[in-house]
């Protein structure tokens, strides 16, 4: 089984429905993140948390809204999907050190119509 | 605050050419993290290497290599004999030593080896 797991894998929804992504990991790390990526932008970092009480905003936090429901679980929410939000979405998890990379999903493509 | 450049968007080379993707960063903090990721076509995130501050030493691992220079603020990534198979989107990333140590990550370059 993955460490990471991300579900669902694919989802297509209309403009404003309101969608849950949920990643959930087995690698006993504190902190969770979640990024997306957009073709020519890289990754950008939505929200991530440090622990279940610490929730923080990326650079592209609107939108958006996440919940920290267990050490293991992070789940993202498009409040009210828009056409732009279309993308690759990525959760992944880090232990904390400066030097440790981060470990992703296989992440989530999601498709607003 | 934190910045990484993939300068070059796409890069199409022919099998067992030799490529160099470049990457440059910004950072005020003078201890940081420079990790190199690969996604390929089918689109999960391989971690290939990290990189401290401290320590300019190059890495070699079999047809890998990187070249980190603080100097120009730059930590290269050069495959040897380039295979079909390294054909994938590469992305630079930094995370800076202090504060929250977010991971920033550049554009990422698309490279595609063709046989």
């Known amino acids: 089984d993955a460490d990471v797991t991300q579900t669902p894998r694919n989802r297509i929804t209309k403009t404003g429905k309101r969608i849950m992504l949920e990643c959930s990991q087995t690698k006993g790390h504190d902190r969770m993140y979640w990024y997306r990526q957009d073709p020519g932008l890289g990754l950008r970092l939505i929200y991530y948390?440090?622990?279940?009480?610490?929730?923080n905003k990326g650079e592209i936090s609107d939108g958006y809204s996440v919940s920290r429901q267990a050490q293991a679980k992070f789940s993202l929410s498009l409040e009210s999907a828009i056409p732009n939000q279309t993308a690759l979405y990525f959760c992944?998890?880090?232990?904390?050190?400066?030097?440790?990379?981060?470990?992703f999903g296989n992440g989530t493509r999601l498709t607003v119509t | 605050a934190q910045k990484v450049t993939q300068a070059q968007t796409e890069i199409s080379v022919v099998e067992k050419e030799d490529v160099t993707l470049d990457c440059v960063y910004e950072t005020r903090d003078t201890t940081y993290y420079l990790f190199w990721y690969k996604q390929p076509p089918s689109g999960e995130l391989v971690f290939l290497i990290r990189?401290?501050?401290?320590?300019?030493q190059n890495e070699i691992s079999g047809r890998y290599s990187w070249n980190f220079q603080k100097s120009t603020s730059s930590f290269n990534f050069t495959i040897t004999a380039s295979q079909v198979v390294d054909s994938a989107v590469y992305f630079c990333a930094l995370r800076g030593g202090q504060g929250a140590q977010k991971l920033v990550f550049g554009q990422g370059t698309r490279l595609t080896i063709n046989p």
């Open positions: 948390s440090f622990d279940v009480k610490d929730i």
């Open positions: 992944a998890t880090s232990d904390g050190q400066g030097n440790s990379p981060l470990h």
């Open positions: 990189r401290n501050s401290f320590d300019e």
